[in-house]
Structures are given as C-alpha cells and as structure tokens.
C-alpha cells in the first residue's frame, strides 16, 4: 500500500471513532433521559397511591359520619321526640285538670 492510502485509512478509521465517539455520547444522553423519566414514572406512581390512599380515608370518614347520623337520627326518631310529646301531654295534662281536687 502506498503512503497515501496508508493516510487515507487512517483518516477514515479517525473520523469512524469519532462518530462513533458522539453515537456513544447520544446513547449514553438517551439512556440518561430513560432513567429520568423512570424516576419521574416512579415519583407519579408514588403520588398516585398517596392519592388513593387519601381517597380510601376520606371514604372512610364518609362512612363513619353517616353512622354516626343514622345512629342519631335513630335516637331523635326514637327517643327525642316520643320524650317531647309525653313531656306535652304531660304539661296540657297539668293545664287542663285542676291542681286541688273539687
């Protein structure tokens, strides 16, 4: 081989490492990229299930509030209001009749 092809080689050979130098430099940029966007999945997916978990609480609390009302309209239904009225009868009972017999 004569001393230009010799040269002409190694040109090519160079400018072969360094495209494959900056291919070598984007795969390494994208496989950086990748892992950022797993971490932002992963920080989503956190607050996902932070979100669920508040959702499941406030749920609960839902529940537990319409207990506690139903247990007290149970005893408004039930016990107040017989309360009230036998209280009422008891008052028009004591207006009505007479305090000292006749």
Same mark, same amino acid.
Do not use: C, H
């Given at each position: 081989?004569?001393?230009?092809?010799?040269?002409?080689?190694?040109?090519?050979? *160079?400018?072969?490492?360094?495209?494959?130098?900056?291919?070598?430099?984007?795969?390494?940029? =994208?496989?950086?990229?990748?892992?950022?966007?797993?971490?932002? =999945?992963?920080?989503?997916?956190?607050?996902?299930?932070?979100?669920?978990?508040? *959702?499941?609480?406030?749920?609960?609390?839902?529940?537990?509030?319409?207990?506690?009302?139903?247990?007290?309209?149970?005893?408004?239904?039930?016990?107040?209001?017989?309360?009230?009225?036998?209280?009422?009868?008891?008052?028009?009972?004591?207006?009505?009749?007479?305090?000292?017999?006749?």
């Amino acid at each position: 081989m004569s001393k230009k092809a010799n040269q002409d080689t190694e040109t090519l050979l *160079r400018n072969i490492y360094e495209r494959l130098g900056r291919i070598e430099a984007i795969v390494n940029d =994208i496989k950086e990229d990748i892992n950022k966007m797993n971490m932002y =999945i992963n920080s989503l997916e956190d607050r996902v299930r932070e979100l669920e978990d508040s *959702r499941t609480s406030i749920l609960k609390d839902i529940e537990a509030v319409k207990t506690k009302y139903n247990i007290l309209d149970t005893v408004i239904k039930f016990i107040i209001f017989p309360l009230i009225g036998i209280l009422g009868a008891l008052i028009g009972v004591k207006l009505v009749l007479p305090t000292t017999p006749p």
